[in-house]
């Protein structure tokens, strides 16, 4: 499901269908929408889903090497998260930049419990990096990431585990927390963790780092160039120590990092220097005001904005 959608039983009905795939986040929504319309019954209820932004990715780059039929019969295909954010990211860098979006390569980094990045291209989103489900791309506060799928089928073959079994571990016990051996998937746990000598939450720090600077990488060639790289999230916003990680040793694509700035920045900001030839920045994405227009938007359209 893409779009602004009012919360009909049809569309819940459909996001039932898909718990499997997200059981962190579907259920307690869900749960959420329904009580919310038992307690207002006459209320309109939307939502905006998370992979309306990304529906302007090239088939190229939303196919897995898959059977076609799986595509057609079951809907695999990459449709990435955390839309609203880079929405908002898209739109709003163009301002703090005081340039146009048509002419603006920049990678957004959502960075927090739930972290992906996205390739944004004239204020279009062209790739990113959550696939089918939350659980892919980078690693995140306690989900996995990207995993090769038959490591899954071996420990499923050789423990006994059921699909319900691993769901948790995979959702619950993996990512930060679990490589990191510390009973938090939290950064700043991690980082005090690294500061204590830990060399496991090192590890845990130094594996999502480079699987982001891997992304920029990858997404600059994608793109053919980069005007700049934008952090958001709880991490992104707060840690000027992962911004310093990442942007290192990305001077040969013109990324400069003014360490002063970077130290110091509260809200938003440029930090990089002067003379960068990417911008890079830190913005707090309000991804309220993308849902509130869509729904407002969507209201309109309907009618029902005379009930509200």
């Known amino acids: 499901i893409t779009g602004c959608r009012e919360f009909t039983d049809e569309v819940l009905t459909a996001m039932e269908t898909a718990n499997p795939l997200a ?22 209820l939307y939502g905006l889903f998370e992979p309306t932004f990304h529906q302007t990715m090239p088939s190229h780059a939303r196919v897995y090497g898959v059977p076609y039929e799986w595509i057609e019969q079951f809907g695999i295909r ?35 419990g739930s972290s992906s990045l996205c390739a944004i291209d004239g204020g279009r989103s062209v790739d990113t990096t959550m696939g089918l489900t939350p659980q892919s791309g980078l690693m995140q506060s306690s989900r ?5 799928p038959f490591s899954v089928l071996y420990v499923m073959d050789r423990t006994g585990m059921t699909t319900d079994e691993l769901r948790t571990v995979l959702c619950q016990q993996s990512g930060l927390k679990g ?19 830990n060399d ?11 699987e982001i600077k891997k992304y920029i990488g990858a997404y600059t060639a994608a793109m053919g160039g980069l005007d700049a790289i934008v952090f958001i999230g709880g991490i992104g916003e707060r840690s000027s120590v992962i911004r310093e990680y990442i942007c290192e040793g990305l001077d040969f694509l013109g990324v400069s990092l003014d360490s002063a700035r970077n130290e110091t920045v509260d809200g938003e900001a440029l930090i990089s220097t002067a003379d960068a030839s990417v911008a890079v920045a830190v913005i707090p994405a309000n991804e309220e005001l993308v849902i509130v227009r869509e729904v407002a938007k969507a209201l309109e359209a309907s009618g029902n904005i005379k009930n509200c």
């Open 23 to 44: 059981p962190a986040h579907n259920p307690p929504y869900i749960a959420a929408v329904r009580l919310f319309g038992e307690l207002l019954p006459d209320l309109p």
């Open 78 to 112: 990459r449709y990435g998260f955390h839309g609203a954010s880079h929405r908002y990211i898209a739109e709003r860098t163009p301002d703090l930049l005081g340039c146009t979006a048509d002419a603006l390569k920049m990678v957004s980094c959502h960075l927090g």
């Open 144 to 148: 996995n990431g990207d995993l090769d």
């Open 179 to 197: 490589l990191s051996g510390v009973d938090s998937g939290d950064m700043r746990d991690l980082l005090e963790a690294v500061e204590n000598g």
């Open 200 to 210: 496991r939450a090192q590890l845990a720090v130094d594996a999502y780092v480079y």
